[in-house]
C-alpha cells in the first residue's frame, strides 16, 4: 500500500524532555510537510522540506526541529523549548514543491504533555 | 497575511437535505483552494482541488466552486447522508509563499 504512515499515534512527554515523531511515505514525492492542529482550529505549518537536506521554517517553528536526511523520511522532534506541545500533528507529502500540488496526509500523532 | 475563514463553525442537518458551506480568504492571489474532510482523530483527505484558473469541481455529490474576485469558495453537498458526518476544512495555497493557509473548518452533523 502507498501513503503516508506517522508513528506513534499516541504520545505522552513529560515536561522538559524531546520526543520525535515520525513520518515515513512511500509515495515519492518530494515535498514534504508538518502542520500542527489545536482543537476546533485548522492547521499551522511547522516546517516543510521541498527536497532533501533541504528545509524552511513555517508560521510556528520556534521549539521545533526536523530533518531531511531521506526522501521517504521527515521527523520532527518536539523540544522543551516548546512552551505549549500538546496538540494533534499531522504530517503531508505531495509530488513536487509546485504549489499547485495536491497534498496528501498522513493519520496523526497526538502529543500530550503530563 | 492570507487569512482564511469558515462559516459556520457547526451545521446540523436532517438526512437528505442539500448544504452549503462557506469559506472566504483576504488574498486573491492564490495558486488553488483546496476541500478537505477531517474524521474525529484522524488525518485529513482530499476531497476537491479547484486551480485559480478554474470556477468549480465536481465529484459525485459534491461540487465546489471558486470566486477569486470576492474571495470566497463554497462545497455544495448534494443529499447528505450520516456518513457525510465530519469536519470539512479549506485551504488556500497563495502565490507569495506558496504555502497553505487552513480554515478552523465546519463540524457537519447529518441526523438519520
Known amino acids: 500500500d502507498g501513503g503516508i504512515t506517522q508513528s506513534p499515534k499516541y504520545l505522552f512527554r513529560k515536561e522538559g524532555q524531546n520526543v520525535t515523531l515520525s513520518c515515513e511515505q512511500n509515495?515519492?514525492?518530494?515535498?514534504m510537510y508538518w502542520y500542527r492542529q489545536d482543537p476546533g482550529q485548522g492547521l499551522r505549518l511547522i516546517y516543510y522540506?521541498?527536497?532533501?537536506?533541504?528545509?524552511q521554517k513555517g508560521d510556528i517553528a520556534e521549539g521545533y526541529s526536523v530533518s531531511r536526511e531521506k526522501k521517504e523520511s521527515f521527523p520532527l522532534t518536539v523540544t522543551s523549548a516548546q512552551k505549549n506541545p500538546t496538540a494533534f500533528y499531522l504530517c503531508?507529502?505531495?509530488?513536487?514543491?509546485?504549489?499547485?500540488?495536491?497534498?496528501?496526509f498522513g493519520p496523526g500523532t497526538r502529543l500530550t504533555v503530563l | 497575511k492570507q487569512e482564511v475563514t469558515q462559516i459556520p463553525a457547526a451545521l446540523s442537518v436532517p438526512e437528505g437535505e442539500n448544504l452549503v458551506l462557506n469559506c472566504s480568504f483576504t488574498?486573491?492571489?492564490?495558486?488553488?483552494l483546496q476541500w478537505f474532510r477531517q474524521d474525529p482523530g484522524k488525518g485529513l483527505t482530499s476531497l476537491l482541488l479547484i486551480q485559480s484558473s478554474q470556477r468549480e469541481q465536481t465529484s459525485g455529490r459534491l461540487n465546489a466552486s471558486l470566486d477569486k474576485s470576492s474571495g470566497r469558495s463554497t462545497l455544495y453537498i448534494a443529499a447528505s447522508q450520516p456518513g457525510d458526518s465530519a469536519t470539512y476544512l479549506c485551504?488556500?495555497?497563495?502565490?507569495?509563499?506558496?504555502?497553505?493557509?487552513f480554515g478552523d473548518g465546519t463540524t457537519l452533523t447529518v441526523k438519520p
Open positions: 488574498d486573491s492571489a492564490i495558486y488553488n
Open positions: 522540506s521541498q527536497i532533501v537536506n533541504d528545509f
Open positions: 503531508a507529502s505531495s509530488p513536487t514543491s509546485v504549489p499547485t500540488d495536491t497534498q496528501y
Open positions: 485551504a488556500a495555497v497563495d502565490t507569495n509563499a506558496g504555502k497553505s493557509t
Open positions: 509515495l515519492n514525492h518530494d515535498a
